[in-house]
């Protein structure tokens, strides 16, 4: 009958419908949210903002992610990219390297393999004895430096693509 007909068809368009909203949800949480640019599997976003290397980091993980850490020369510039596009600039900006536990052994804040280092020349020095965190963006190589993790600096955050604050 008609009436079989038309309760056939509204429910076959309810299904497809469902179906296209749940692959459309699958294919956002493949993506960054609002405010951060995606490279490869994960999302940055530059944080304009000075703060101490700690608050730095506390901010991050406010946003469900940490201080960015780097594993390849194309992240580096992928990350310099997601700067750039942020602040039209290339300051100097805290990643999440630290050897604040012990001098020269150092570590990513994400817990992720320390596996790639682009310092300027003469870097890391520890400067007075006391550089235990890394800026990136430094001097004309526009590569990594130690420096006293109390600078007040601009950030950059990472989380994994789909992760919510």
């Not at 299904?15 to 490279?39: D, F, N, P, Q």
């Not at 320390?114 to 020349?121: G, H, K, L, S």
Request: charged share 20%; with cysteine; net charge positive.
């Amino acid at each position: 009958t008609m009436k079989t007909l038309t309760v056939t068809a509204l429910l076959c368009a309810i299904m497809a419908l469902t179906g296209a909203a749940e692959r459309h949800l699958v294919k956002r949480s493949l993506l960054c949210s609002h405010g951060w640019t995606r490279y490869n599997s994960r999302c940055f976003r530059f944080i304009p903002r000075a703060m101490t290397w700690a608050k730095a980091e506390k901010n991050c993980l406010s946003l469900g992610g940490h201080l960015a850490s780097v594993h390849s020369v194309l992240e580096y510039h992928g990350i310099q990219t997601a700067i750039m596009s942020s602040s039209f600039n290339h300051p100097n900006t805290w990643i999440g390297g630290s050897d604040a536990q012990e001098e020269n052994q150092w570590f990513w804040s994400d817990g992720t393999r320390f596996d790639y280092t682009i310092w300027a020349n003469g870097e890391p020095n520890n400067g007075e004895g006391q550089q235990h965190c890394i800026q990136m963006n430094f001097g004309d190589a526009k590569a990594w430096d130690d420096v006293q993790c109390w600078t007040k600096l601009p950030s950059i955050c990472a989380k994994k693509k789909g992760v919510q604050a």
